[in-house]
Structures are given as C-alpha cells and as structure tokens.
C-alpha cells in the first residue's frame, strides 16, 4: 500500500513563507526521486522540485532562488520550503515519485491547498 500524503497549506500574504511536507509510505524512499508539484484553477499541472536519492536538486524557473525542496530519508518525507511567495503561486500542491523517472506508478492524492493573497 502506497501513501503520499502532503501538508503544511494555508493562506498567506505575498512575500510569506510555507514550509510542506509529504509524508511517504509503502516505497523504497531512500533510493527514489521525488518531486513536488503543482496545479492552479484552470491550469495544466506542472513541475515545481525535484530531489534525487543523492540529494541532486533542479527547480522549475518560476520557483528558483524563491523555494527549496529536501528530503529526510529516516523520516521518508520530502519538504518544500517555499520563501517570497507570490499570488502567482497559488495552487494545490502535490507530491509524487519524479515523474520523468517514474510516470504513472503512484497515484496521484489530495494535495494540499496553498493560496497567495492579500
């Protein structure tokens, strides 16, 4: 049984900060990429982080320099630090397997909500 379960949404200010987590279970963490992503009203969902087993990071340019994504293999959770956050970011957040690695394995779950807004 595999669980992706993801928290640490909420409402914030421009220039606000979120730190999520996504809890992992039933998966090989250690030795799997994982990601962070991300999907807005009306929008195509989309890349946000992603963090290899070796801790090689890439960031989508939209997000760089702003968020940073990290991972606690004894606690098989992955985090997203997200800093000067803009409206723009507003959408619900999900955390996968890196898709360009392992497309379609794990289902997709419930994301959690993050909203930029004054």
């Known amino acids: 049984q595999v669980q992706l379960v993801e928290s640490g949404g909420g409402l914030v200010q421009p220039g606000g900060s979120l730190r999520l987590s996504c809890a992992a279970s039933?998966?090989?963490?250690?030795?799997?990429?994982m990601g962070w992503y991300r999907q807005a009203p009306g929008k195509q969902r989309e890349l946000v982080a992603t963090i290899t087993s070796g801790a090689s990071t890439n960031y989508a340019d939209s997000v760089k320099g702003r968020f940073t994504i990290s991972r606690d293999n004894a606690k098989n959770t992955v985090y997203l630090q997200m800093n000067s956050l803009k409206p723009e970011d507003t959408a619900v957040y999900y955390c996968?397997?890196?898709?360009?690695?392992?497309?379609?394995?794990?289902?997709w779950g419930q994301g959690t909500q993050v909203t930029v807004s004054s």
């Open positions: 996968n397997l890196d898709q360009n690695r392992y497309r379609g394995r794990i289902n």
């Open positions: 039933g998966i090989s963490f250690s030795i799997t990429a």
